[in-house]
């Protein structure tokens, strides 16, 4: 998300009962169930978005360094990207020369993550829509597909008893279209009861992050009546865009929207702020997921100094 197109939108009717935490200064934001306690973890997950990656900065090498504290520090057993990988692809002046840099930095620093499964979703500045028609390979929403490496704009997995449902939220009004709300009600109906299941989306789907800068799913009262109905199988949904850590549980469905990687766009960040490279009260950084067999899950976002 562009700074200069955030807009203030007044908070959802859908907050009653929603507890948040927002962005911490200096400090990790966390959702520790107190219930995790002698569970048996499945996997432990890192989940970066935002990353913004350009020349300039010294953004490729800050980038590096945090994948390598990741891998060091936390040793996750695979990754989940949250789109907006490349700095932008979208404006109307970018060129292809631009494009084809952005994607080869991201080549470049993903490389780290050789021995990693990395599952990505496509942010709103990935595509180039202003390719020199629409049926160059570089146009749109498939070229990022190619670029990141994912079967298809939407798409799931499974790993241990976990489900896994990556979402394309880059239609009208930020949104999911009819053929793939379509294809998540079969996804979720599928699914033998009580399976865990994690969704990622770029854009928030509910939290308190949309209420302050906009950038939030238009269709999540109709996302938040499916995921009520499968309430025994859907236990987080995870998203970026807003560049703001936020928490956010409704009908016992955790919502989480992590800072980005880039924080500031990889720049000092806001005048009055608590620290370097800040977007409003949140640092750059990255999440972590601890994932359990029973389906309890904690999220901690931790502020990256580069």
């Known amino acids: 998300m562009k700074l200069n197109r955030r807009s203030l939108l007044k908070a959802a009717g859908l907050a009653t009962g929603m507890v948040a935490t927002g962005g911490l200064p200096a400090l990790a934001s966390t959702n520790k169930s107190k219930n995790s306690k002698g569970k048996k973890l499945a996997l432990t997950v890192a989940h970066i978005t935002d990353v913004h990656i350009r020349e300039g900065e ?38 292809y020369d631009q494009v084809i840099k952005q994607w080869s930095i991201w080549d470049e620093c993903t490389a780290l993550l050789y021995k990693y499964e990395l599952h990505s979703c496509i942010g709103n500045h990935d595509p180039w829509w202003k390719a020199p028609s629409k049926e160059d390979e570089m146009y749109g929403k498939n070229y990022v597909v190619k670029r990141l490496k994912i079967p298809h704009r939407y798409y799931s997995f499974r790993k241990k008893n976990w489900h896994f449902i990556i979402l394309d939220g880059n239609n009208s009004n930020i949104s999911l279209d009819e053929e793939q709300f379509d294809w998540l009600k079969a996804e979720l109906e599928k699914l033998p009861a009580s399976t865990p299941t994690l969704l990622m989306s770029h854009y928030p789907i509910l939290g308190t992050t949309q209420a302050l800068v906009g950038g939030g799913h238009s269709d999540c009262k109709k996302l938040k009546d499916l995921f009520y109905k499968h309430r025994d199988k ?55 997921l601890n994932l359990y067999e029973d389906g309890t899950v904690e999220n901690e976002y931790f502020p990256h100094t580069y």
């Open 58 to 95: 010294n953004a490729p090498e800050r980038f590096k360094q945090c994948l390598k504290q990741i891998i060091t520090k936390h040793k996750p057993n695979f990754f989940l990207n949250g789109g907006d990988s490349i700095n932008d692809a979208s404006y109307d002046q970018v060129t």
């Open 234 to 288: 859907v236990k987080i949904c995870l998203s970026g865009h807003n560049h703001l850590s936020d928490q956010t549980r409704y009908n016992d469905v955790l919502y989480c929207c992590n800072g980005a990687m880039s924080g500031f766009w990889w720049g000092k960040g806001d005048a009055e702020s608590a620290g370097p490279g800040y977007y409003l009260e949140t640092p750059p950084g990255y999440a972590m």
